[in-house]
């Protein structure tokens, strides 16, 4: 009997191989190029621990002067880059601002050196040169070859751990470093503390705290090493005035209480001819036991495989819950890849007991739900939260219960901005929580207290000291003379007001209904008639004289220019429509934004993207635009939706370091991918419609948590039969380019028929 | 009958007042000037809270240089000062060092101005001037007028919560500032960071994090107001390069989250003439909200009266425990000033359910005792814990257990050297820990595990990497030529390991006392006979050439010189006196060091005390010869001893500011005093006995906190008849100059009998 088991393990392994796993398709490394600011490290879905090389630390600004090569190190590494400083904790994936990068390992081999050296001269510090020939990464999984060190490098990672493994030659010293000055959007003095207790010869505590984007910020952290270590140390590198007492000691050597605002240590091992050397680095918000008590919970053994192999079939798991049929690779690539950065962040913020550190800075404990931080809100509103509700709703509302307990502790009374480990950060403008709320209470997601959620909304909605919206409040608009981004700033709280206005309508509450609709109309007040676009206001009513519609800065607007924010009112566009000179002239408008020549000198002042992130005038790297291509359908032209959507699709995004045109900002330009690709998008969060596009795979099926599925046949599509030309839901036609919210959660089948022409009817 | 009840209560208190109350004897003032580095304000028996004034705060060190006027200010208050700068919430009493001043608060009127200006130039900033004659120190209440203000200030406090009270002029702009950057022994970067949120109109929480002699230092606090302000705001001194999103709004003005290096923050009121603005301030060291629970908790109300009376009402519980009888109203406030100054440190370390910081920075919580801070063992090991063994053995019980938690705490595994705030400091020397666990396990005040006790003494005393210790272990001595300061420390630790040796031999551990009894004879390598002192050995086994004893610096000791610290072996004085020379000559030694002059130049050295602190050579400002009258006990020659100790009494304390000689060191002088008042002293804690000196009272009353009482009685007391005839103990006569704890805590009565001649046989 015995003897047949393997045999038939075989037989299932082969088998569950050939049902295909999404996993091989995953590529990590694209957007690690240029703008696209994702890391190639290791990390599990929504995990708290993001484990990943740093190819360099650029300062944000060093001795008074802002260094703008910062910029490219929001992710901490970038592909062309030869050099590997060190693998640090915490990541954001694709923003366009950045923080973390707490605690930095490097394993070195002969003379110890405590500085990182330069990437021109690497021989200088510890880092080390690198190759992409000997780089995999994988999801859950990193490996490479620092060619310096002659070490091999791995990493995985558990939600909250990370586990390091490093292959020495041996017959030579060796150290792990632990760098506690290295950091991501560094600077002096943005260290503002660090503790670190040597508990014994193979156990680590400590914490960090940084005073940057996130202003008070601590981090705790455990570590433990798979073999002891021979001896370690530490070099301050701070000009702390008083030393007191502990001068007794001769602290740079042995002593195991360190702490200081900017350290470095090291920790030597004698190591044989290919012996492995791993760590456990486990994170917590909230003490050093709490780390510990996640490392041993989360990671009790040593087995390096097995926690790589549990990370991946926790991937695994995540990426099934939408299986597409293509014949393209590529297009698998892209679409796993989607999703792969989509089910990144929110990260989860939260030991495996539940506590957390809040934004009061006490300790809180999540009951009931997982607690989740890093919300990019200006971008993941759009479509990352909405796809959430389609096939992840429990982590959308435990997300959302995250936001209600960041109101609950914030001292300003506001739901998050954009938040990440327990800090309001403000970044970017709106209050787009309101939309993530409306949006899973329109579609039905909402298992929390919804009256409660209403009343933290219109709080963040009537807070006027924030932003402009006293004024907004007071006269319908913000006067750009008094706050600028003026009219980026008025539509976006519109469309959040209307995004209140539908919850208050949903459960009654009438007057909050009443005073948020109003407000949700002020869009109005920033349309120029005249120019034909939305244009900024100062206090005496008039709008502003000097205009450059395609001019980014300075201008009203932020992250776009006016050509591309006046399209901004995505709760009305058919009064926009109107206001904008009626269908076919906003059609004949949309063209226009497509294949205008935008002059370089208009380029050169766009924020946060490539050229490869432009299309004529139509900005994909951000935002703003992203619903713009959908616009199409409500003119009478849904062809063009469908024309303009591929194009977007394959211009925009390809496998490869440099697949993304713009930063990928926390899943939002992933979450566009998939939507898009699937065939549907929602213009406008907060109502239960989707727009269709034209889909790009043939088939896919969606696994949703009802226990439904739903299946997206494409038929007869191709690069050229982009055109939507018969759509059924269940086998009826759908007469208008659009579905709604209920009817995919129904389940069933929605078949696209596809053509080479469009459908001009 | 109801008309009864009034003069019934009224003729009730009168009588309680005939039963005299100590606390009208208690003058806080004391020690305020010069060297005493006592504080004047508010506080309860051991309390978390020191709420008193400030009037400088000079910094340690600025622009890196030092500062020696910092020491003046170890308490925060000089009574030659002329004005008051603020007032702030911890303080360590008596102290050579310094930290602390959290939270300073200033109530000020007219223009508001957040610098706290010049001591002689007031008006340019916030402080005031104030004179003695409004000033009023009582326990747990301090009064005074800011003159530049016309504002009354009065503090008291609980436990936990500082209380404020401020009587406004009204009819001008009133502002509370509550200055995060102030603070003792301060310096360019010691604030490490702050973090404030304005809750409400009346409510403000937050957290002041400092590096300093407590290096990772972090204190939480809640404040409410009893009224509410009108407005509020900061300034941010610090140089702080980045800002980031939170240029979206103005913080400097009612922005209710602070948070920086360096803030000053206001609150504004109206305010009516005459009109009281109370504040609560409570801290803790685990959150802000267990520093709100703390504030709820003990003082849920506004009746300043009421908690003044509480805190009143600790303070008579404590100092009734010595009912004295004298003749000398300055003796009674010598007494009952001496005890009040002893029952003020240790200091509470947890909130009131238990929960405190520990030295690992986690929160742990104290189960089944109270946990204590402020550990200044150097000073303390020799008279405060004995006294507290007499007269507070619970307390002293938790103080052990608290010693014991750092040591589970400590990644150096070691016993608290000087510990506060869930820091060890390492100020001054030796491991005298284990003297206070001894002394306590020797006198049977032991409800803690004794074993792990002595583990935890043993495994301090091995620490080879500890001051000298490696040394001292090799080689039986400190050698001057590795580690300075070596004979005091070799002798010291001699001392300790005989503590040591003590616990085992009682518990049966056998090896142990073989180890560590041997050890405590390594006093006798440091012995140079030639000499006839204590000397500095070099690592060859040679003395050190050049030798000065009476030189306090570089000679091989620290705070005491070769005279004073040669008198050191206090576990084996017959052997010492043998080896100096025998009885007779070692009391012509003893003489000498009374009498002697001691040259001016050795003095300008001496630390840490002014002339007054010294007679002859004998220094008693500080704490190695504390023994030093005493041992003429030892020689045959008691009656030295009572004529030494009454002079020192007389010489060395006295009421008013001026009134101690030397820092009184967190209750040790006081204790001296109060153990030599009695007629006894504990020459080596960790053994049971006291040698009897000569009691300064016409009787005392000791209320034993086993139920009994032991009645010190003296016949035929005074200035001149300070020579002890004849003592009985319940009856008996005593035939040797000493008596056992055993004795003492049997009850009954002690019986000295008084003369103006020396008993010389």
């Known amino acids: 009997m015995k003897k047949l088991v393997l045999p038939l393990l ?16 995953v590529k990590p490394i694209t957007g690690t190029q240029k703008m696209g600011h994702t890391y190639p490290g290791a990390t599990v879905p929504f995990g708290m621990v993001q484990l990943s090389p740093e190819t360099d630390t650029i300062p944000y600004e060093m001795n008074g002067k802002y260094n703008p090569d910062v910029y490219k190190y929001c992710a901490g590494y970038q592909y062309e880059d030869k050099t590997i400083v060190g693998f640090s904790h915490t990541h954001f994936s694709g923003t366009g601002h950045s923080d973390l990068g707490d605690f930095l390992i490097m394993p070195t081999t002969g003379k110890l050196q405590l500085n990182p050296g330069t990437a021109t001269h690497p021989e200088t510090g510890y880092r080390s040169s690198f ?27 558990s939600n909250r751990v990370g586990f390091h493994q490093y292959t020495f030659p041996g017959n030579e010293p060796a150290h792990i470093i632990l760098d506690m000055m290295s950091g991501l959007y560094n600077y002096d003095n943005k260290n503002v503390w660090s503790f670190i207790r040597v508990e014994n010869d193979s156990l680590v505590t400590g914490f960090r705290q940084t005073n940057g984007w996130g202003r008070t910020r601590i981090v705790y952290f455990a570590m433990t090493f798979s073999k002891p270590f021979t001896a370690y140390g530490q070099q301050n590198y701070a000009q702390d005035v008083y030393k007191g007492f502990w001068r007794k000691f001769d602290q740079t050597r042995n002593f195991p209480e360190m702490a200081g605002k900017q350290l470095r240590t090291y920790f030597d091992f004698n190591t044989a001819p290919g012996e492995k050397i791993q760590i456990k680095f486990a994170l917590s918000s909230v003490s050093t036991a709490g780390a510990l008590r996640n490392l041993r ?79 990019s809100l200006w971008d993941t509103y759009r479509a990352l939260h909405p796809l959430f509700n ?38 970017m403008i709106g209050y787009h929580s309101v939309s993530v709320i409306a949006d899973a209470i329109i579609k039905g997601n909402a298992p929390f207290d919804v009256n409660a959620a209403l009343d933290a909304c219109v709080a963040t909605a009537r807070h006027r000291a924030y932003d402009g919206l006293g004024y907004y409040m007071d006269m319908g608009y913000i006067p750009e003379d008094k706050i600028g981004a003026s009219v980026s700033k008025t539509l976006e709280y519109a469309y959040d007001d209307w995004c209140i206005a539908q919850i208050a309508q949903k459960i009654g509450r009438t007057d909050i209904y009443t005073e948020f609709i109003k407000r949700a109309g002020y869009y109005r007040n920033v349309f120029d008639a005249r120019s034909g676009f939305m244009r900024p206001r100062l206090s005496d009513g008039t709008f502003k004289a000097s205009f450059d519609a395609l001019q980014t800065h300075d201008q009203g607007f932020i992250e776009g220019n006016a050509w591309n924010y006046s399209l901004y009112v995505p709760h009305d566009p058919t009064e ?58 409500y003119t009478g032209y849904p062809w063009k939706t469908q024309e303009r959507v591929r194009m977007i699709l394959k211009k925009m995004y390809h496998p490869g370091p440099d697949g993304l045109g713009g930063n990928d900002d926390c899943g939002q330009m992933s979450a566009w991918y998939i939507f898009s690709t699937l065939g549907f998008y929602p213009v406008c969060p907060g109502s239960d419609q989707y727009a269709l596009g034209s889909p790009a795979i043939d088939k896919a099926t969606l696994q949703l948590e009802n226990g439904k599925s739903l299946v997206i046949k494409v038929k007869n599509q191709g690069d050229k039969n982009v055109y939507v030309q018969r759509v059924l839901l269940n086998g009826q036609p759908l007469r208008e380019p659009f579905i709604t919210h209920a009817d995919m959660m129904r389940g069933g089948e929605l078949t696209f028929f596809m053509g080479a022409k469009p459908l001009k009817q």
Chains 1, 2 share one sequence.
């Open 297 to 375: 919970t989360e990671i009790p053994g040593w087995d390096f495989n097995a926690v790589k192999a549990a990370g991946q079939e926790l991937w695994s798991k995540e990426l099934r819950k939408i299986q597409i049929e293509s014949r393209s690779k590529e297009e698998k690539e892209n679409f796993y890849t989607a999703m792969y950065h989509a089910f990144i962040n929110p990260t989860t913020y939260m030991d495996v007991d539940g506590a957390y550190r809040g934004l009061d800075m006490n300790n809180h404990t999540a009951n009931g739900y997982t607690n989740y931080s890093t919300f």
């Open 10 to 25: 075989l037989c299932l392994s082969l088998l569950l191989q050939a049902q295909e796993n999404p996993l091989s398709y």
């Open 131 to 157: 190759s992409h020939s000997t780089e995999v990464a994988e999801p859950a999984y990193y490996k490479v070859k620092l060619d310096d060190h002659n070490i091999l490098a791995e990493l995985t990672a």
């Open 390 to 427: 389609v096939i992840q709703p429990q982590r959308n509302a435990d997300m959302i219960q995250s936001m209600l307990q960041h109101y609950n502790q914030s001292v300003q009374h506001m739901l998050p901005i954009w938040s990440h480990h327990a800090n309001e950060n403000w970044c």
């Open 576 to 633: 926009m429509i109107t206001m904008m000179g009626g269908k076919k002239q906003f059609a004949a408008h949309l063209d226009s934004l497509f294949t205008m020549e935008l002059p370089d000198k208009y380029f050169a002042e766009t924020e946060d993207i490539t050229r490869d992130g432009i299309i004529g005038n139509y900005v994909h790297g951000n935002e703003p635009s992203h619903h713009v291509a959908y616009l199409y359908n």
